[in-house]
């Protein structure tokens, strides 16, 4: 990839966050978020990355989650800690 392209890549990327983030609340990833991404990992055999992004969406009550990887129908994505 030329330096060219590069820019053109990193003007468009930041484009699209731009967008995100101006339709987004942004939160910080705490001690606690990594805690609970441990227990997670640990109990429901996520990798550490999806475990994080769990335990940040737990954390902040989000009533979706879009995950770039976990593949859509393959896994049910349940919040172990809502009451029935």
């Known amino acids: ?3 060219a392209n590069m820019v053109f890549v990193d ?3 930041w484009v699209m966050m731009k967008g995100i983030i101006s339709i987004s609340t942004v939160k910080e990833i705490t001690l606690n978020t990594y805690l609970k991404a ?3 990992r640990k ?3 996520f990798s550490f990355w999806d475990s994080l992004i769990i335990a940040s969406a737990l954390e902040n009550n989000c009533n979706f989650l879009f995950p770039e990887d976990m593949h859509h129908n ?3 994505i ?3 800690f809502k009451e029935a």
């Open 78 to 80: 349940i919040n172990p």
């Open 11 to 13: 003007i468009n990327i």
């Open 38 to 40: 441990k227990d997670i």
């Open 74 to 76: 393959l896994k049910k």
């Open 43 to 45: 109990n429901y055999k």
């Open 1 to 3: 990839m030329t330096d």
